[in-house]
């Protein structure tokens, strides 16, 4: 006990008099910016990963609450009567909202990219849609709503988008998983270079360190040191990365809202929606800033510790 506290009283005696870890010992300003770089790439990566996210969040509730009847054409069938019917069938069932059949000139438009201007309908097998928005689709009953419309309606079928459904849901997937990949990469390169800085900066003051070590100073207290000045260097590299981050963010949505009736920005809006990271977003990079500061500072003390255990 007695000994313990001598270690005690020698380390107050030894904090106010001047850290173990100068600022000028460590090359803080170039470790400074790794850090802000790391952060900054890591931000990045979940603020795509959350405009990814949403946007396949955002195209599946859209199909989800939209399904479409297709009735082809065959010899002898009144295709109006059909698709009067078809209307009439699907409005009877709980949790649908508007149904409406697309009209020639809606018809006319989907096909002009394929076939051209000037089509005339009644020449052309050309299968009639029948657009369906579902108000709930939880009180909706699709298996029943698709096995009478195919009994009740000659040569029509529904289609739910259920294969587009699973396919985004699994591109979403491997987004995200990508996403905690990369962002995996990143941190541990930044751990990587927090590493070789302390260990730089344990052998540049190595005679310090010795002493303290040999004249009984506990490892947890010299560890602290170097945590302390790592976690300072980590906080403001990871603010910076972050700040810059949101910055960028913000660019890129302001951005988008100005070039809006370009082709290109049309097409990135159709694709991803309003390119716009959400509340999410924004809580990741904070939480990517503190996880960088603390990942830095524990990262130094145990590379601190490990050198110890060497001089022992």
Not at 79 to 94: E, G, H, K, S
Not at 126 to 151: F, G, H, M, N, Y
Not at 167 to 183: N, P
Not at 221 to 231: D, G
Request: glycine share 8%.
């Amino acid at each position: 006990r007695l000994k313990r506290n001598s270690h005690a009283a020698g380390e107050e005696r030894l904090r106010p008099n001047a850290p173990i870890v100068p600022p000028q010992s460590v090359a803080g300003r170039a470790l400074t910016l790794v850090v802000a770089i790391m952060s900054y790439l890591a931000c990045l990566t979940v603020g795509s990963v959350s405009v990814v996210w949403d946007a396949a969040q955002d195209w599946s509730n859209d199909l989800v609450r939209e399904v479409t009847i297709q009735i082809r054409p065959a010899d002898g069938v009144d295709m109006l009567r059909q698709i009067d019917n078809a209307v009439t069938i699907t409005q009877r069932f709980a949790g649908v909202g508007t149904v409406r059949a697309l009209s020639d000139d809606e018809t006319k438009a989907l096909l002009q990219p394929w076939l051209g201007s000037g089509l005339d309908l009644d020449t052309l097998p050309v299968p009639r849609l029948v657009q369906v928005t579902v108000d709930d689709p939880s009180a909706l009953d699709l298996p029943a709503l698709k096995q009478r419309i195919e009994q009740d309606v000659s040569g029509a079928s529904l289609d739910d988008h259920s294969v587009w459904t699973s396919r985004l849901a699994a591109m979403a997937g491997a987004v995200v998983a990508g996403g905690f990949g990369i962002l995996a990469l990143v941190l541990f390169s930044m751990v990587l270079s927090v590493v070789f800085a302390t260990r730089a900066a344990v052998a540049s003051n190595r005679d310090v360190v010795s002493v303290l070590h040999f004249v009984g100073a506990e490892d947890s207290f010299i560890a602290r040191e170097f945590q302390r000045h790592f976690l300072v260097l980590g906080l403001r590299g990871g603010i910076a990365g972050g700040v810059f981050a949101c910055l960028c963010f913000l660019m890129l949505e302001m951005f988008t809202r100005q070039t809006a009736g370009l082709a290109g920005s049309d097409q990135m809006s159709a694709l991803f929606g309003p390119v716009a990271v959400s509340t999410p977003g924004y809580l990741g990079v904070i939480g990517i800033v503190f996880l960088v500061a603390v990942l830095t500072a524990l990262t130094s003390g145990l590379a601190v510790k490990s050198q110890l255990a060497r001089i022992d």
